[in-house]
């Protein structure tokens, strides 16, 4: 028996084995390495090439060229080709809807097949629904504050009895006007008001305070009911 043990031994020497634990080190260098796991959103499959290829402005497929079906879900912001922030210019954002709408224009796709026909309905309706969205300034805010899972108060927690009160003096001085003047300058005031506030929803919104946006939202709304009341009797009064 001492013979066999002296045999393996001089084997184990002949190979230059050495215990597990001293080639830990060694073997570690030659590990692969850690694989960083990145999600990747991929375009659905286009429905006519079945190809999931980038998606020119949000709609059509890059390797056939055929309009896809419409993405009611999509970002008014990206689909228009806009950060997702409150400032935005009005004229660019008129140029982009103009660009889109010549895009997906029904009369570009008269000639094509049933579902381009209704594609291009459905994406043209989007498209006009993004832009009035996202064109008005008490809009946009209300779509800004819904992506970011917030929703308008439903009373008027979010005013103060001063502003309330306010409001129906101002109410009140609409319903005694009798004439064109006096309607057109309290208009003009509101105008200057709105204007005013939709500058101090940008800054609510660049200091992520959704409360204060809230605020200034159902403000912005009693305003243009004023503003509403206004014209309806400026409209009566010059049909009168």
């Given amino acids: 028996m001492r013979g066999v043990i002296t045999c393996f031994k001089s084997a ?60 009611a879900g999509i970002n008014y912001f990206k689909l228009l080709s806009f950060p997702t ?28 097949t049933s579902r381009e026909q209704t594609n291009s309905a459905d994406w043209s309706s989007l498209i006009n629904k993004a832009y009035k969205t996202l064109a008005t300034p008490i809009e946009r805010g209300q779509y800004l504050l819904q992506l970011e899972g917030e929703q308008m108060p439903q ?4 005013l103060n009895k001063e502003f309330l009160m306010a409001m129906m003096e101002r109410n009140e001085e609409v319903e005694d006007a009798e004439d064109t003047k006096t309607l057109e300058d309290l208009n003009a005031l509101l105008i200057k008001e709105l204007e005013g506030m939709a500058q101090k929803l940008n800054s609510l ?13 159902v403000e912005m709304k009693y305003l243009l009911s004023i503003q509403n009341s206004i014209k309806q009797k400026l409209q009566s009064l010059l049909g009168s």
Avoid at 47 to 65: E, H, P, T, V, Y
Avoid at 85 to 99: A, D, I, N, P, V
Avoid at 205 to 217: A, H, N, S, T
Wanted: with cysteine; aromatic share 8%.
């Fill in 12 to 71: 184990v020497k002949a190979t230059n084995y050495s215990p597990i634990a001293k080639n830990v080190v060694p073997f570690q260098r030659f590990r692969l390495p850690e694989v960083r796991q990145f999600s990747v959103e991929s375009s659905p499959a286009c429905w006519n090439c079945q190809n999931k290829s980038a998606l020119r402005q949000n709609m059509i497929c890059s390797d056939c060229g055929h309009l896809q079906d419409v993405n």
């Fill in 85 to 112: 922030q409150f400032s935005l210019e009005s004229q660019k954002l008129t140029k982009s809807f103009r660009q889109l709408q010549t895009i997906v224009h029904p009369d570009k796709y008269s000639n094509k």
């Fill in 205 to 217: 919104f660049e200091k992520k305070d959704l409360q204060g946006v809230k605020g200034c939202l």
């Fill in 155 to 158: 009373d008027n927690s979010a």
